[in-house]
């Protein structure tokens, strides 16, 4: 499933069908799984559901799996040590700038109203672009979360 685009390989559109799993480093695991799971709503992965080359790590609390509606899988790393450079979010610290979950545009709005209950900072937002809107906000260490919605015209 390469195509030939003057001398070097490249994939052909299609070839990659979808995002497997997301790997997060978490510094405070507690932290992260009431913010993914009980904030966010997500379904963390127990028992049978949980892969088994992750078992015993989930087991022994290094590892949690969130697993969205459309089936991507959130692994959460624990990393104790784990801190950015530089204290301020707002520099960017990895090569990753944010994780974004889609939501239906008749939901936006309560799902902002569940980031300022909980007292999450909000880092941008909300916005009102072309695209639709988004609200912007950071995970327990810091990571960038978007929640965005398509423009309510395009349902």
Do not use: W
């Not at 028992?47 to 692994?75: Q, W």
């Not at 520099?91 to 974004?100: D, E, N, Q, S, V």
């Amino acid at each position: 499933m390469l195509s030939n685009s003057c001398t070097k390989s490249v994939l052909a559109p299609g070839v990659l069908r979808k995002v497997h799993h997301i790997a997060l480093n978490v510094k405070d695991m507690q932290a992260s799984r009431h913010f993914y799971g009980t904030i966010l709503g997500l379904h963390e992965l127990t028992g049978d559901e949980v892969p088994a080359t992750l078992v015993e790590l989930v087991a022994a609390g290094k590892v949690a799996n969130f697993i969205t509606p459309d089936g991507t899988i959130i692994d959460l790393f624990g990393e104790s040590e784990l801190s950015p450079p530089d204290p301020n979010p707002e520099k960017t610290f990895t090569r990753a700038y944010h994780l974004a979950f889609d939501i239906e545009p008749q939901l936006f709005d309560q799902a902002v109203a569940v980031i300022k209950d909980n007292q999450i900072a909000i880092a941008h937002g909300p916005v009102t672009r072309p695209t639709g809107r988004g609200v912007y906000f950071y995970d327990p260490d810091g990571f960038m979360v978007e929640i965005r919605c398509d423009p309510e015209d395009s349902q």
